[in-house]
């Protein structure tokens, strides 16, 4: 990836589907990234992931780290982890998380990314960028952006809990309550 680039962390729901439409309209190069820490639908979160990528003609690439505690819910530090992971694995280009307003978990906040662009900073004197699109919107704003952009929502995978839809997780929810069964 080229280092004047954006590596958007495309973890294949719908929040990041929407980071990676923003971040090509406002920055062109789009890099996506994938994660793969062990979380328990990471095979139907890669296959998002890919498949969303290939939509917006982007390229695709993956980071896998080992002996996370995961659970479905808040696991935190996540965002550190997946933000470091991109840095390192794309040394000088900038990064885009898809976190949004109304979460409870501390790593999705203003002053999580505004911490994290200080120490990005630090390493980078200035160049590379923390990308938080989304920020100031809500769940139902980022889910009607994504309708009004046209993104697949079909291609999309929302469960933090298995591979298969759990139904009963918070993201489950969300899901079902923003956009009915799908
Ligand atoms: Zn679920």
């Known amino acids: 990836m080229s280092?004047?680039?954006?590596?958007?962390?495309?973890s294949g729901g719908i929040d990041s589907a929407l980071v990676v439409s923003l971040?090509?309209?406002?920055?062109?190069?789009?890099?996506?990234l994938f994660v793969d820490y062990g979380q328990p639908a990471v095979a139907a979160e890669r296959k998002?992931?890919?498949?969303?990528?290939?939509?917006?003609?982007?390229?695709?690439?993956?980071?896998?780290?080992?002996?996370v505690a995961t659970a479905a819910?808040?696991?935190p530090g996540r965002?550190?982890?997946?933000?470091?992971?991109?840095?390192?694995?794309?040394?000088?280009?900038?990064?885009?998380i898809g976190t949004h307003s109304g979460s409870a978990y501390k790593d999705c906040s203003p002053e999580?990314?505004?911490?994290w662009q200080g120490l990005l900073d630090v390493q980078y004197a200035g160049v590379v960028q923390l990308l938080t699109?989304?920020?100031?919107?809500?769940?139902?704003?980022?889910?009607?952006?994504?309708?009004?952009?046209?993104?697949?929502?079909?291609?999309?995978?929302?469960?933090e809990a298995s591979s298969?839809?759990?139904?009963?997780?918070?993201?489950?929810?969300?899901?079902?309550?923003?956009l009915g069964a799908a």
């Open 112 to 115: 999580h990314a505004s911490a």
């Open 164 to 178: 298969a839809p759990c139904q009963e997780c918070l993201s489950c929810a969300d899901r079902r309550s923003l």
């Open 48 to 67: 998002a992931s890919q498949a969303i990528a290939a939509h917006f003609g982007i390229p695709w690439s993956s980071v896998t780290i080992s002996g």
């Open 23 to 32: 971040v090509l309209e406002s920055h062109g190069d789009t890099t996506a």
């Open 79 to 96: 965002n550190d982890l997946l933000i470091a992971a991109a840095t390192a694995a794309c040394s000088g280009c900038s990064i885009a």
């Open 73 to 75: 819910g808040e696991i």
């Open 3 to 10: 280092s004047s680039g954006v590596g958007v962390l495309l």
């Open 133 to 159: 699109p989304l920020v100031s919107l809500t769940k139902d704003e980022v889910v009607a952006t994504a309708i009004e952009r046209e993104i697949p929502l079909e291609l999309t995978y929302s469960c």
